[in-house]
């Protein structure tokens, strides 16, 4: 069996981790713009939240752009927040599907 991903598998995950960049970014964007927004109503305060708001979601959106980088290059350790998704839990389904498609054999050759 060949070693590493096809072409087909390496193309699947350069478009999952593209779409979760997207998805996170925009998430990180929204909620700290919306948040100032809300804030800025409640309190009186009109564009000065706001601004703040804006300005913790380009910094954020720029960590996560940098964390990216940082997990495509194979010098750079992975940052605080790649290495707590790794730990996050596989579904069952996908365990399964993946002791059956070849796991054993990544297993076997960590050892």
Not at 2 to 14: C, E, I, M, N, W
Not at 85 to 98: D, I
């Amino acid at each position: 069996m060949a070693k590493g991903p096809t072409p087909d598998q390496q193309d699947l995950r350069v478009i999952g981790v593209a779409t979760g960049l997207g998805c996170s970014i925009v998430a990180a964007l929204v909620l700290c713009i919306g948040g100032g927004v809300w804030l800025d109503r409640r309190f009186g305060t009109m564009p000065v939240l706001t601004l703040i708001g804006v300005a913790l979601g380009l910094a954020a959106a720029a960590y996560q752009l940098w964390e990216l980088a940082k997990l495509g290059s194979k010098t750079e350790q992975a940052g605080p927040l790649s290495r707590q998704l790794a730990r996050l839990p596989v579904p069952r389904a996908a365990r399964s599907r993946g002791e059956r498609g070849g796991m054993r054999e990544i297993e076997r050759d960590e050892e």
